[in-house]
């Protein structure tokens, strides 16, 4: 099984700034890989594929890279909706999630 | 618009048998595999199995083989999980996805609402 991996865990931060989060896999994933957005009570809702292609309708703050066994998503400039949780997905082999990240207001 | 809308919660007793639904519309339901994944509180998504309505091909997790059971019926664009014999650890939020393949694998680009599942022992 292909394990993924986030990190950090928690991202403290604020409106306007820019960040990122990391995903790790256990051996490559080539650019099969997908990250998501999860607000609570509401399901995944998918952002980037492909590692790095913007899913129609996503905002162009979000931006995906990498490939093999890591990867990054960057919000460029964080806009109070962006506070959620962020999940990785790899598709290179069936299909894992990272154990998520969650982006809280400083 | 693609919707996928599930069934209601469930509350059950370890032991008892469950299947809960996911209806497609607003697109070609039998074009496109429909995946099952659980979300346990805090934690990340799990893809369980997946199934193309079409013809009914499916495939299990090897985590969730022989735990649960996936079918669907294209003539009402619905596709169903079911458990046979729950267990207070399937307690869980239940989602439907539709799946893009690529090459064996696939991403989720539509999710339905969750089915919040509740095994007491």
């Known amino acids: 099984d292909i394990q993924m991996t986030q990190s950090p865990s928690t991202l403290s931060a604020s409106v306007g700034d820019r960040v990122t989060i990391t995903c790790r896999a256990s051996?490559?994933?080539?650019?099969?890989l997908a990250w998501y957005q999860q607000k609570p009570g509401k399901p995944p809702k998918l952002l980037i594929y492909?590692?790095?292609t913007l899913e129609s309708g996503v905002p162009s703050r979000f931006n995906g890279s990498g490939s093999g066994t890591e990867f990054t998503l960057t919000i460029s400039s964080l806009q109070p909706d962006d506070f959620a949780t962020y999940f990785c997905?790899?598709?290179?082999?069936?299909?894992?999630f990272g154990q998520g990240t969650k982006l809280e207001i400083k | 618009e693609v919707q996928l809308v599930q069934s209601g919660a469930e509350v059950k007793k370890s032991g008892e048998s469950l299947k809960i639904s996911c209806k497609g519309s607003?697109?070609?339901?039998?074009?496109?595999?429909i995946g099952w994944v659980r979300q346990m509180p805090g934690k990340g998504p799990e893809w369980m199995g997946i199934i193309y309505p079409d013809d009914s091909d499916s495939r299990n997790s090897p985590a969730f083989q022989g735990q649960v059971a996936i079918s669907a019926d294209k003539s009402i664009s619905t596709a169903y999980l079911q458990w046979s014999s729950l267990k207070a650890s399937d307690t869980a939020m239940y989602y439907c996805a539709r799946a893009v393949s690529t090459g064996g694998s696939f991403y989720f680009d539509f999710w339905g609402q969750g089915t919040l599942v509740t095994v007491s022992s």
């Open positions: 051996q490559s994933v080539r650019n099969w």
């Open positions: 492909k590692a790095s």
């Open positions: 607003g697109y070609s339901f039998t074009r496109y595999w």
């Open positions: 997905q790899q598709y290179n082999s069936y299909c894992t």
